[in-house]
């Protein structure tokens, strides 16, 4: 969740003062978000993250100067099952009863700490947070221990892996808009490139890191792990060869090169040439050309068309209308 980082970066920042969270732990029926959403409230009225799609905010931030104020955490039920409900159902169409809770955080929490470490070694952590008095008569959010159990009554346990990584191997003009998308969803993007001049701060701002080097050691430069998403984009057949060549060998989580099928058929048939073993798995889960049928023209169009297949084979999906979707949106 892209919220979620700049959340924990402001609880963690130099004379952070009290906030207070709000986290969204239970859901029955339809919602706009998930159980782990969360809104972090400020003193002076500042918020991150979000809850809803916009219509519970005002409330939650309501709600959350009175636990700003007292100190005392707070569960609130927000039910909009009822077509009649003139509250919450006029216009929401969300059909679902959402609980939501607000505890009072004090700067740099320890599981805020270690959240920032795991991100940053791309580990996952197990967050527990108690929305009613358990045995110990504790609220609020902590790390997981190992006995803790799901308990919707009273605990919810958050798994939050890291955010999903993005290489771009190429760093041309198109390579752009990709990674500005792929920041807007939170997720941590790597530029690289054979050509130092391309793959820069100046040209790449919201990357998170930039790796240059010959294209035959490009990849083991990066060192993309097995939850890796990786394109290929250089626009050189002579780089595109190797960088794919040791890109296939990786167990990633997404492979996708840029290009005409034609000109996919071509790389693959010379890595075959060239004695390397190109297995029916191997080409099988290789999209080539990358992206879904948008239509789309423009690089920012492509860029969308690239980002939104990843998703869809993050998520499992078959990239399908909504409205073709016979079971829920949200398993």
Same mark, same amino acid.
């Given at each position: 969740?892209?919220?979620?980082?700049?959340i924990?970066?402001?609880?963690?920042?130099?004379?952070?003062?009290?906030a207070?969270?709000?986290?969204?732990?239970?859901?029955?029926?339809?919602?706009?978000?998930?159980p782990?959403?969360?809104?972090?409230?400020?003193?002076?009225?500042?918020?991150?993250? %979000?809850?809803?799609?916009?219509?519970?905010? $005002?409330?939650?931030?309501?709600?959350?100067?009175?636990?700003?104020? %007292?100190?005392?955490?707070?569960?609130?039920?927000y /039910?909009?099952?009822?077509? +009649?409900?003139?509250?919450?159902?006029?216009?929401?169409?969300c059909?679902?009863?959402?609980r939501?809770?607000? $505890?009072?955080?004090e700067?740099?929490?320890?599981w805020?700490?270690?959240?920032?470490? +795991?991100f940053?070694?791309?580990?996952?952590?197990?967050?527990?947070?108690?929305?009613?008095v358990? /045995?110990?008569?504790?609220?609020?959010?902590?790390?997981?221990?190992?006995?803790?159990?799901a308990?919707? $009554?009273?605990?919810?346990l958050?798994t939050?892996?890291?955010?999903?990584a993005?290489?771009?191997?190429?760093?041309g003009?198109?390579?752009?808009?990709?990674?500005?998308?792929?920041?807007e969803?939170?997720w941590?993007?790597?530029?690289?490139?054979?050509?130092?001049?391309?793959?820069?701060?100046e040209r790449?701002?919201?990357?998170?890191?930039?790796?240059?080097?010959?294209?035959?050691?490009?990849v083991? +430069?990066?060192?993309?792990?097995?939850?890796?998403?990786?394109?290929?984009?250089?626009?050189h057949y002579?780089?595109?060869v190797?960088?794919?060549?040791?890109?296939?060998?990786?167990?990633?989580?997404?492979?996708?090169?840029?290009?005409?099928?034609?000109r996919?058929?071509?790389?693959?048939?010379?890595?075959?040439?060239?004695g390397?073993?190109?297995?029916?798995?191997?080409?099988?889960?290789?999209?080539?050309?990358?992206?879904l049928?948008l239509?789309?023209?423009?690089?920012?169009?492509?860029?969308?068309a690239?980002?939104?297949?990843?998703?869809?084979?993050?998520?499992?999906?078959?990239?399908?209308?909504?409205?073709?979707?016979?079971?829920?949106?949200?398993?």
């Amino acid at each position: 969740m892209k919220e979620l980082p700049a959340i924990v970066a402001a609880m963690l920042a130099p004379a952070a003062p009290p906030a207070v969270l709000a986290t969204l732990v239970r859901v029955e029926g339809s919602s706009y978000r998930r159980p782990g959403a969360r809104l972090l409230v400020r003193p002076e009225g500042i918020r991150l993250g %979000s809850i809803s799609g916009g219509c519970l905010e $005002e409330d939650v931030m309501a709600r959350a100067a009175q636990v700003q104020a %007292s100190g005392q955490p707070d569960t609130v039920v927000y /039910d909009t099952t009822t077509e +009649n409900d003139l509250v919450w159902g006029v216009g929401l169409g969300c059909h679902g009863v959402v609980r939501v809770l607000l $505890e009072k955080v004090e700067p740099s929490p320890p599981w805020a700490a270690a959240l920032a470490r +795991n991100f940053k070694q791309r580990r996952t952590t197990s967050l527990a947070v108690t929305h009613s008095v358990d /045995d110990r008569g504790t609220w609020g959010t902590r790390l997981a221990a190992p006995g803790d159990c799901a308990d919707p $009554e009273r605990r919810f346990l958050d798994t939050i892996a890291p955010p999903v990584a993005l290489t771009i191997f190429g760093a041309g003009d198109d390579a752009q808009p990709l990674a500005r998308l792929a920041h807007e969803l939170g997720w941590h993007v790597t530029i690289a490139d054979p050509r130092a001049a391309f793959a820069t701060a100046e040209r790449f701002p919201l990357a998170q890191a930039r790796v240059t080097g010959a294209a035959e050691t490009l990849v083991a +430069n990066v060192e993309p792990g097995p939850d890796t998403l990786a394109v290929v984009m250089t626009h050189h057949y002579v780089h595109d060869v190797p960088i794919l060549r040791d890109l296939l060998a990786r167990p990633l989580a997404y492979l996708g090169l840029l290009g005409p099928k034609k000109r996919a058929g071509k790389i693959l048939a010379d890595l075959a040439g060239a004695g390397r073993t190109i297995t029916p798995e191997q080409q099988a889960r290789l999209p080539a050309p990358v992206g879904l049928d948008l239509g789309a023209d423009s690089p920012e169009q492509v860029a969308l068309a690239m980002l939104a297949e990843m998703q869809s084979v993050l998520a499992g999906r078959d990239a399908r209308p909504l409205r073709d979707r016979a079971r829920p949106i949200h398993e």
